[in-house]
């Protein structure tokens, strides 16, 4: 059946007919078929940050970790899977490896618009870094909220620790 499509195409092709082929940029070619940092972190681990983020209209799924230094606040290392198109693989690849080595308040600053225009998306393809804009800031809340349950935490420990003294 490809076969037959290929033929028709190159047929058309050879009649002097315009096809019009949609090409993606080296950037986000050479992410998916070089995807950085694919995998994943312990989600139960304290010092890692999960965001799960979607597209519904497209059936992209994204999800970003970062492990996060508890002493200095510095990302250390960062981890992507992703299910859809090459432009939403290739922004998560660009995410990760543009956080690492960041502090959390810098990765914050990172827009959908530096990862589109850095990948040569076309506008139809934006949605992607969108998502990936969104999983970091899902990544940094998940981690900032683990942060804040620990403190918690310890201060109710402390707290009957003192009451029981």
């Known amino acids: 059946m490809l076969r037959v499509g290929a033929k028709r195409v190159l047929e058309t092709a050879s009649l002097g007919v315009r096809v019009s082929a949609r090409l993606y940029h080296e950037r986000v070619v050479d992410h998916y078929d070089n ?6 972190f312990d989600k139960n681990d304290p010092s890692v940050g999960t965001g799960l983020v979607g597209a519904p209209a497209c059936g992209d799924v994204m999800k ?8 200095t606040g510095k990302i250390v290392d960062a981890r992507f899977k ?14 990760t490896e543009w ?18 225009k850095h990948l040569s998306l076309p506008p139809v393809k934006l949605h992607c870094s969108m998502l990936a804009e969104d999983a970091i800031k899902a990544a940094v809340k998940d981690y900032e909220a683990k942060r804040a349950k620990e403190a ?14």
Do not use: W
Request: aromatic letters at 2%.
């Open 64 to 71: 970003l970790q970062i492990k996060v230094d508890d002493k």
């Open 35 to 40: 995807p950085r940092n694919v995998g994943s």
């Open 99 to 116: 956080v690492k080595g960041k502090q959390m308040e810098e990765v914050l600053s990172i827009k959908n618009t530096e990862i589109a």
């Open 152 to 165: 918690a935490s310890a201060e109710a420990t402390t707290a009957d620790m003192s009451a029981t003294a």
């Open 82 to 95: 992703t299910f859809g198109c090459g432009s939403a693989i290739a922004s998560s690849s660009v995410a």
